[in-house]
Protein backbone atom coordinates (compact mmCIF):
# COMPACT_ATOMS: atom_id res chain seq x y z
CA UNK A 1 0.00 0.00 0.00
CA UNK A 2 1.19 3.58 -0.64
CA UNK A 3 2.30 6.04 1.64
CA UNK A 4 -0.90 7.91 2.15
CA UNK A 5 -5.05 7.07 1.83
CA UNK A 6 -7.71 9.67 0.71
CA UNK A 7 -11.25 9.56 2.03
CA UNK A 8 -14.05 11.32 0.64
CA UNK A 9 -15.69 13.91 2.83
CA UNK A 10 -19.40 12.35 2.16
CA UNK A 11 -17.65 9.01 3.79
CA UNK A 12 -16.02 10.48 6.88
CA UNK A 13 -19.49 11.97 7.46
CA UNK A 14 -20.46 8.93 7.17
CA UNK A 15 -18.29 7.23 10.18
CA UNK A 16 -18.83 10.21 12.08
CA UNK A 17 -22.35 9.57 11.95
CA UNK A 18 -22.47 6.11 12.93
CA UNK A 19 -20.07 7.22 15.89
CA UNK A 20 -22.55 10.03 17.03
CA UNK A 21 -25.53 7.44 16.31
CA UNK A 22 -23.98 4.29 18.89
CA UNK A 23 -22.48 7.00 21.35
CA UNK A 24 -21.96 6.70 24.08
CA UNK A 25 -20.69 3.25 23.06
CA UNK A 26 -17.82 2.87 20.58
CA UNK A 27 -18.77 2.84 16.80
CA UNK A 28 -16.70 0.37 14.72
CA UNK A 29 -16.25 -0.37 10.65
CA UNK A 30 -14.27 -1.19 8.18
CA UNK A 31 -13.29 0.81 5.55
CA UNK A 32 -12.53 -0.60 1.47
CA UNK A 33 -10.91 0.75 -1.70
CA UNK A 34 -8.59 0.45 -4.50
CA UNK A 35 -5.09 1.65 -4.07
CA UNK A 36 -5.02 4.38 -1.75
CA UNK A 37 -8.64 5.24 -2.05
CA UNK A 38 -11.17 5.07 0.64
CA UNK A 39 -14.53 4.26 -1.65
CA UNK A 40 -16.59 2.23 0.77
CA UNK A 41 -17.54 2.30 4.81
CA UNK A 42 -19.12 -0.67 6.22
CA UNK A 43 -20.76 -0.34 10.16
CA UNK A 44 -20.18 -3.28 11.78
CA UNK A 45 -22.00 -4.09 15.31
CA UNK A 46 -19.62 -3.37 18.65
CA UNK A 47 -21.08 -6.58 19.97
CA UNK A 48 -19.16 -5.05 23.56
CA UNK A 49 -21.77 -2.76 23.87
CA UNK A 50 -19.09 -1.11 25.59
CA UNK A 51 -17.59 3.15 25.90
CA UNK A 52 -14.80 1.54 26.48
CA UNK A 53 -14.41 -1.13 23.88
CA UNK A 54 -15.01 -2.34 20.85
CA UNK A 55 -15.41 -5.90 19.23
CA UNK A 56 -16.92 -6.37 15.72
CA UNK A 57 -19.88 -9.15 15.39
CA UNK A 58 -17.63 -11.69 13.12
CA UNK A 59 -20.63 -12.81 10.79
CA UNK A 60 -21.26 -9.09 10.01
CA UNK A 61 -17.00 -8.78 9.52
CA UNK A 62 -17.59 -12.32 7.41
CA UNK A 63 -19.80 -11.00 5.22
CA UNK A 64 -18.82 -7.31 4.48
CA UNK A 65 -14.81 -9.30 3.91
CA UNK A 66 -17.13 -11.41 0.86
CA UNK A 67 -18.78 -7.69 0.11
CA UNK A 68 -15.58 -6.28 -0.76
CA UNK A 69 -14.12 -9.00 -2.08
CA UNK A 70 -17.00 -9.28 -4.56
CA UNK A 71 -16.28 -5.66 -5.56
CA UNK A 72 -13.18 -6.01 -6.45
CA UNK A 73 -11.82 -3.85 -3.24
CA UNK A 74 -9.59 -4.23 -0.39
CA UNK A 75 -9.98 -3.75 3.27
CA UNK A 76 -7.95 -0.04 3.87
CA UNK A 77 -8.89 0.79 7.24
CA UNK A 78 -10.55 -0.53 10.51
CA UNK A 79 -12.27 2.41 12.28
CA UNK A 80 -13.69 2.71 15.67
CA UNK A 81 -14.31 5.93 18.06
CA UNK A 82 -13.22 7.33 20.83
CA UNK A 83 -16.42 8.62 22.78
CA UNK A 84 -14.55 9.92 25.52
CA UNK A 85 -10.74 10.01 24.99
CA UNK A 86 -8.31 12.09 21.82
CA UNK A 87 -7.97 9.57 18.64
CA UNK A 88 -4.73 8.06 19.39
CA UNK A 89 -4.51 4.22 19.51
CA UNK A 90 -4.88 3.04 23.32
CA UNK A 91 -2.64 0.30 24.16
CA UNK A 92 -5.35 -2.28 23.94
CA UNK A 93 -5.69 -1.12 20.36
CA UNK A 94 -2.28 -1.35 19.69
CA UNK A 95 -2.23 -4.99 21.10
CA UNK A 96 -4.56 -6.27 19.36
CA UNK A 97 -3.36 -5.34 16.20
CA UNK A 98 -1.26 -8.01 16.80
CA UNK A 99 -2.14 -11.85 16.31
CA UNK A 100 -2.62 -13.29 20.08
CA UNK A 101 0.84 -14.04 21.78
CA UNK A 102 2.65 -13.24 18.47
CA UNK A 103 3.50 -9.43 19.10
CA UNK A 104 5.49 -8.88 15.99
CA UNK A 105 3.18 -10.26 13.74
CA UNK A 106 0.38 -8.22 12.62
CA UNK A 107 -2.92 -9.05 11.86
CA UNK A 108 -3.79 -6.30 8.96
CA UNK A 109 -0.02 -5.32 7.77
CA UNK A 110 -1.67 -3.53 5.53
CA UNK A 111 -4.38 -1.66 7.48
CA UNK A 112 -4.79 1.66 8.61
CA UNK A 113 -6.66 2.42 11.96
CA UNK A 114 -8.40 5.30 11.65
CA UNK A 115 -10.01 6.06 14.94
CA UNK A 116 -12.68 9.10 15.91
CA UNK A 117 -11.69 11.00 18.96
CA UNK A 118 -14.34 13.00 21.37
CA UNK A 119 -12.18 15.92 23.39
CA UNK A 120 -13.90 18.70 25.42
CA UNK A 121 -17.17 18.58 22.73
CA UNK A 122 -14.90 18.30 19.43
CA UNK A 123 -14.67 15.64 17.15
CA UNK A 124 -11.24 14.43 16.13
CA UNK A 125 -10.22 12.08 13.37
CA UNK A 126 -6.89 10.57 13.24
CA UNK A 127 -5.17 7.57 11.01
CA UNK A 128 -2.70 5.35 12.51
CA UNK A 129 -0.31 2.19 10.96
CA UNK A 130 0.66 0.18 13.51
CA UNK A 131 4.53 -1.23 13.06
CA UNK A 132 5.87 -4.94 14.00
CA UNK A 133 8.44 -4.95 16.83
CA UNK A 134 8.94 -0.99 18.17
CA UNK A 135 7.98 0.24 21.29
CA UNK A 136 4.29 0.77 21.64
CA UNK A 137 4.31 4.33 21.78
CA UNK A 138 5.85 4.73 18.23
CA UNK A 139 4.03 2.21 16.43
CA UNK A 140 1.84 4.31 15.04
CA UNK A 141 2.14 7.14 12.51
CA UNK A 142 -0.45 9.81 12.70
CA UNK A 143 -2.66 11.45 9.56
CA UNK A 144 -5.78 12.07 7.80
CA UNK A 145 -5.72 15.90 7.89
CA UNK A 146 -7.30 18.08 4.46
CA UNK A 147 -5.95 16.79 1.14
CA UNK A 148 -6.14 19.66 -1.60
CA UNK A 149 -9.78 21.17 -1.78
CA UNK A 150 -11.87 18.22 -3.00
CA UNK A 151 -13.36 17.70 0.44
CA UNK A 152 -10.72 14.21 0.60
CA UNK A 153 -8.52 13.46 3.71
CA UNK A 154 -5.03 11.71 3.33
CA UNK A 155 -2.24 10.79 5.46
ZN1 LIG B 1 -9.43 2.52 20.76
Not at 43 to 67: A, G
Not at 74 to 83: A, D, M, Q
Not at 117 to 125: I, W
Not at 132 to 141: A, C, G, L, N, T
Request: contains cysteine; neutral net charge.
Amino acid sequence: MSQYITIRRELLDDIIAHCKEVYPNEACGILAGRGNAIERAYRITNINNSTVTYEMDSREQINVKREIEKEGLKITCIYHSHPASPAYPSQTDIARAYWPGADDVLIYPDVYYVIVGHVNGALETRAFKVYPKQRPEKRYSQGLRPYGDTGSFCL
